[in-house]
């Protein structure tokens, strides 16, 4: 199975990268927000405000580590 994923991601030009979580902000936020809630599972129906920056810098691929 491994090389038949080889395979297709070398016919399709196809890589796979690993992000650390405090590289992407996005997850980063979420994680830490999510230990902060009383219910197991949360919807969010449109994007925390604080949440904003963070998506621009992840699209630009500019990362700090928060703390």
């Not at 016919?11 to 830490?32: E, F, K, P, S, V």
């Not at 969010?44 to 990362?63: C, G, H, K, Q, Y």
């Amino acid at each position: 199975m491994i090389n038949e994923a080889h395979h297709l991601m070398d016919r399709t030009n196809t890589t796979i990268g690993h992000t650390y979580r405090t590289a992407n902000q996005c997850t980063d936020y979420l994680a830490r927000w999510g230990t902060k809630q009383d219910v197991s599972l949360v919807f969010l129906t449109e994007m925390p405000i604080a949440m904003r920056e963070f998506v621009f810098r992840d699209s630009l691929n500019i990362w700090q580590v928060l703390d």
